[in-house]
């Protein structure tokens, strides 16, 4: 546990699960992948990125993914986000153009999503690697129970989250979420195959700085610094 980066609110609450046979099974599965030569995504010190960004109490906002991007240079352990100088991924061109319309806000050209990390945003993917050039190729492994749990510590320790839930998987994943505690904003995933269908027009933006702004928290300020 002491050779595992992570946050000191992260590292007391999820302790525990790093000592199941799932994560033992996971973390052989990883080890196992890079001796065979895998290029896995993203960098080692760049897994828990979503955590080391957003320590458990400032957490407001939570965003769930599927998994990292599995294109070179891409993934930095923030679901949707890109590292800086890399070129904007579809889906988030279409959560920039929805921010535009909902509030306003030019489309940024970059797509590093660090500020909102910074905010509390936790940018947070149910499975937290891929290897290069295989989507989903870490699914099933492990990582599902562990963003799991996650979610569910947020659910029931936590009071007047946002869950920003985008398409069928990360639905699923939400079932848990109390509802009367936490404010919970549904639609299609804005990839370019779906957006069109629900997904534009949402003002999930909007509507969850207004439910922050209603129990007391500071809204999130949605622009991306060039």
């Given at each position: 546990?002491?050779?595992?980066?992570?946050?000191?609110?992260?590292?007391?609450?999820?302790?525990?699960?790093?000592?199941?046979?799932?994560?033992?099974?996971?973390?052989?599965?990883?080890?196992?992948?890079?001796?065979?030569?895998?290029?896995?995504?993203?960098?080692?010190?760049?897994?828990?990125?979503?955590?080391?960004?957003?320590?458990?109490?400032?957490?407001?906002?939570?965003?769930?993914?599927?998994?990292?991007?599995?294109?070179?240079?891409?993934?930095?352990?923030?679901?949707?986000?890109?590292?800086?100088?890399?070129?904007?991924?579809?889906?988030?061109?279409?959560?920039?153009?929805?921010?535009?319309?909902?509030?306003?806000?030019?489309?940024?050209?970059?797509?590093?999503?660090?500020?909102?990390?910074?905010?509390?945003?936790?940018?947070?993917?149910?499975?937290?690697?891929?290897?290069?050039?295989?989507?989903?190729?870490?699914?099933?492994?492990?990582?599902?129970?562990?963003?799991?749990?996650?979610?569910?510590?947020?659910?029931?320790?936590?009071?007047?989250l946002v869950f920003l839930l985008w398409g069928s998987y990360a639905?699923?994943?939400?079932?848990?979420?109390?509802?009367?505690?936490?404010?919970?904003?549904?639609?299609?995933?804005?990839?370019?195959?779906?957006?069109?269908?629900?997904?534009?027009?949402?003002?999930?933006?909007?509507?969850?700085?207004?439910?922050?702004?209603?129990?007391?928290?500071?809204?999130?300020?949605?622009?991306?610094?060039?």
């Amino acid at each position: 546990m002491d050779r595992i980066k992570l946050e000191d609110s992260w590292k007391r609450l999820l302790h525990p699960e790093f000592q199941q046979p799932y994560m033992t099974s996971l973390r052989n599965f990883l080890l196992a992948e890079k001796q065979n030569g895998k290029v896995i995504y993203p960098a080692g010190g760049e897994i828990f990125n979503a955590l080391n960004s957003t320590s458990f109490d400032k957490v407001k906002v939570v965003v769930l993914g599927q998994d990292p991007y599995h294109g070179p240079g891409q993934a930095h352990g923030l679901c949707f986000s890109v590292k800086p100088g890399v070129d904007l991924p579809p889906s988030l061109k279409n959560i920039y153009k929805e921010i535009a319309g909902d509030l306003g806000i030019a489309p940024a050209r970059s797509g590093c999503l660090q500020s909102w990390a910074e905010q509390g945003v936790l940018l947070l993917n149910a499975v937290l690697t891929v290897e290069s050039g295989r989507a989903a190729s870490h699914q099933g492994k492990g990582w599902e129970l562990f963003t799991d749990r996650i979610v569910s510590l947020l659910n029931e320790k936590r009071e007047h989250l946002v869950f920003l839930l985008w398409g069928s998987y990360a639905q699923r994943k939400g079932e848990i979420i109390d509802r009367s505690r936490h404010l919970v904003l549904e639609s299609v995933h804005p990839s370019p195959l779906s957006a069109s269908r629900g997904f534009f027009g949402n003002h999930h933006f909007s509507k969850a700085n207004h439910y922050l702004l209603e129990h007391g928290q500071s809204a999130i300020d949605w622009r991306i610094a060039e």
